[in-house]
């Protein structure tokens, strides 16, 4: 629904949006749509666990009937990327961000637990400072953007393994080894 709506309110196709106003400010190269038939460089297979732990190949879906709620294919570094656009107040005005970033209140009107989910990102706390994180996850990939906004931190990564859990914790992890000192050990 809104995909329809960004095409309705900007009077142009949903792909040409997204290009013009996010894919190329933000310096995203190598995203576009996923068409199962065009050939794309660098596409790789995609792979499942079985529930005996083996390693197979992935059932090929066509995501391209997905979009805008999936259906693209990307690089780690464009979606590094499109997170330090984000940060950058290239894509998004501070304001906006800082309101992305907030978590509700409850129907209660109580404040919800530190680990929650604000618009569109899982908000939680990393040795003090604010993390927001979004993963996604497709029949064969799954991909992960995490941001430390205080720190200007944006790590990404994506793999062509459905359902990797402990992405957050990684990716936490990975924030750790690039910080140095300055991150406390969990």
Not at 20 to 28: K, L
Not at 39 to 53: C, F, K, N
Not at 75 to 89: I, M, N, P, R, W
């Amino acid at each position: 629904m809104v995909g329809c709506a960004i095409e309705g309110a900007a009077g142009t196709p949903y792909m040409d949006y997204m290009t013009r106003h996010v894919f190329v400010p933000a310096g995203m190269r190598h995203t576009q749509l996923d068409d199962a038939r065009q050939i794309i460089p660098h596409r790789v297979d995609g792979y499942v666990l079985d529930p005996s732990g083996q390693l197979r190949n992935s059932i090929h879906d066509d995501m391209s009937n997905r979009i805008p709620a999936g259906g693209f294919v990307s690089t780690a570094e464009d979606l590094v990327h499109f997170g330090t656009s984000v940060l950058e107040g290239t894509l998004v005005s501070d304001s906006a961000r800082r309101l992305m970033f907030r978590v509700p209140n409850g129907p209660n009107g109580q404040p919800l637990p530190d680990d929650s989910y604000a618009l569109g990102w899982g908000i939680s706390d990393w040795y003090g400072v604010q993390e927001a994180m979004h993963g996604g996850g497709t029949p064969q990939a799954c991909a992960f953007l995490y941001l430390l906004p205080e720190k200007g931190f944006v790590v990404a990564f994506m793999m062509n393994l459905e359902s990797v859990p402990d992405r957050g914790d990684l990716a936490g992890d990975l924030a750790k080894i690039v910080l140095g000192p300055r991150a406390p050990h969990r």
